[in-house]
Structures are given as C-alpha cells and as structure tokens.
C-alpha cells in the first residue's frame, strides 16, 4: 500500500492528541501522588504526636510525684515504634526526652518555636522534614501544672524519590506510548478511509458517456455517504446537461441545414449551366442571400437559446418604451411581410415603460412578427398592440387572421417561441400563445415602471 500523506496526517493528530492527553494525565498524576502523599504523611505525624502526649499524660499522672523529664524519659524507653522521630519539650522549649541526635532535635524545638503554626517544614542538607506540633495545655490535674509540647518530624524523601521514580518511568514511556499511537493511528486512519479509496475509485470508474451511473451510497450517513450522494447529485446535473447540450446540437443542425442546403443547391445549379444568364444569376443570388439571411437569423436564435439554457442572467438596466418599440419592430419588418405578401399594422398602442433589456426585447418582438407573418393567410393583416392591464403591466400582442394551410405552433414549441419564452422569464413576465381555426395570438405580459409625477 502506497504511502498517504493524508494518514500521516491524521496519525500525527491522533498522535499528538494522544500526547497531550498523556502528559496531563501524568502531571494529574504526579500531582494527586505529592499531595495524597503528604497529606498522609502530615495524618501520620499528627497521629504519633497525639500518641506521644497522651502517653505523656498518663505518665505523669500515674508518677505524680515525678518529674516531667522523668515521665518523658519513660515514655522514650515504652514507645512501641522506634523508627517515628519525636521530641517532647517543656514550656520554655527546654528538651525533655527525644528519640533522635540533639543537634537536630534543638533545631526542629527552635523551628517550632518561630514557626507560629503547629504543622512545618525543616530543610535539612539537601532534604525536607516535615513536622507537626501537639501542644498540650495547662491541665490542672490534683495540683498539678504540666505544661508541654511533643513534636513529630519526618523526612519527605521517600516521597520525592517516589515522585522522582514514577516521573521517569513516564518519562521513558510517553515517548514510547506516542510513537505506539502514531503507528496505530496510521493503521486506523488507513482502515478509516478505506470507504473514501472505494469512492474513488468508483468515480474513476465512470465513463465520460455513463451518466447514467450512480455510486453506491451503502446508506451510511456519514461524511463519505454525503459525499457520494452530491457526487451523484453533480452526475444528475451533468447528465441534465449533456442532454441538453446534444437537443441544443440537434436543433442547431436542424435550423441551419435548410438554408445552407438551399445555398450550396442554388451554388451547384449555377455552377453547371453552360452559359452564364446575368438574369438568372442575379435571381439565384438573391435566393442564396434570403437563405444566407436567414441562417443568420438562425445563428442569432441559436446563440440566444444557448444562453437561456445555460441559466445566463442578461442586465436589465434599460428603460423601454413599449410603444416605440412596437412602431420600430414594425418599420423593420414591413420589407419581410411584403416579400410574404402580408401587411402590418397598429392597433392600439398605449404609452408604457419597462425596466428590461431592448434588445432581447427587440428580438422577442420581432420574432413575434415574423410568427404572425407565417401564420397569417394571404393578403392578410398582421397587427401589433401594447396595452396596459391594471397600473402593474402590459401587453404586447401580435395578432393575425390564420391560413388553415399553414403550420401552427399553438404549443410555442419552436426555436424562437423557446426564445420569446426564456426572453419573457428573465423580465418577469409571461408570454403565451392562442390559436385557433381562424386567429392567431401570441402575447407578451410584462410588470411595467410605476407612473411618476
């Protein structure tokens, strides 16, 4: 298995992650160990300084007569424990009876005495003692007036070697553990992202002709099961496109192959007359120009349902007026209808505004016209109005008396009713076409500017 940057990525995390828990845990435990540890080493010395008073106390009540150096000194001889390190002193801080040299025993009575507090620390050498002081008070007791102290002491260098014994250990094995936890996360990161290796290489399995496909989403709904589904949500789209790009190809070659057919024909007839007839010539060429006119045409219209089907948004920052408009679309198609034999004509054309784009405006209406002129019958009158509808919108409609010979479209199915169509969504309006036996309508509504003033 090839080497992946990603999983020694996501080992190093995991590693260092798994690091850092570790050393706090172990400080945690380094710290909870020094404080549990003197917390009961301090309870020892508290238990064995109270031992000591109060056998102190019983000595000098069953020795009344005695004194407290001599009940001291008893308590020294029976004390059960001889490792515990204590001192009893009087009053005056005068040593009565010790169990350990006198050189520290006279330094542990002078730091009890500027102490101020029963529990201390001595730094002896290159060590602590830890103390803790019981005072006895006056006590009356059959005349009596005793007066003492006892201080129990002991060294904290079993604790700190033990601290200093565990730190190493952790020392040596966080190391150890960090480097076991980066080989382990590799081998988890690996078997985590074995479905993401599957994904990939189902996606490299897919033909550039098999949109169709869809990857295996195993219903896991994790990042790798909603990663395949929007890759299967990007093939729909892909697919939805491509669909629509062979229809665009299909209706493109369709549009165009008529009048080129019509071209290269009226080419190849000229070309193999023997004599060259200027009259003839001349009525060929003008039928190869028509063609070549409306190939262009068709180009336009092409190039504009291309658009539309990419979702392109064109900028509708313009004012346009709907009436001039009507009278310049119909001044530009008056040599069109004439060579149909047909008319124009104006019906009523009310003043109104819209916020749109001119030209694909211009392009709508003069396809309407275009569509009226096909569908009108011979001799007949197209006729274009604007009208307004409420104070929010208007009309633009192109009606013709129909020619029962001639092709509807009824369904708006054609290449420019798509156009007029797509032009009439982008400007927020609606365009539909009525036809029936004996008339044909297509209308325009679109939302117009408020009146002003």
Known sequence: MPTSHLRVRLAAGFALAFGVGLSLLAMGALGYLWRESHRRLDAHLAAVANGVAEAMLRELRETPDSSMAYAASEVRLEWPVPTDRWVIASADFRVLSATDSAALTMRMVSASRTAGTPHFTLT????????MTEVTPRAPDAGHDWEYRVIAWSSTEGIEQDIAWLASILAVATPLLILFSLGAGYLLASRALQPARDLGTAIAALASDALSHRLPTGGADDEIGTLAREFNRLLERLEVSQERNQRFVREAAHQIRTPLTLVLGEAEVERNHADLDPVRARAAIQRIQTAATVMRHRVDELMLLAEAQAGTRPRLEEVVELDGLALECTDLMRARAASLG???????????????????????????????????????????????IGDDRATISVSSVCDASAPTDSQGSGLGIQIVHWIAGVHGGVFK????????????TLPVLPQTG
């Open 433 to 444: 076409v009525h036809a029936s036996a004996t008339k044909h309508v297509a209308q325009l």
């Open 124 to 131: 002896v050498g290159e060590g602590d003692l830890e103390a």
């Open 342 to 388: 047909r008319t124009l004509a104006l019906g009523t054309v009310v003043p109104v505004a819209v916020r749109g784009n001119s030209q694909l405006l211009r392009e709508a209406l003069l396809e309407l016209l275009e569509n009226g002129c096909r569908h009108a019958g011979s001799a007949a009158s197209v006729t274009t109005e604007v009208l307004a």
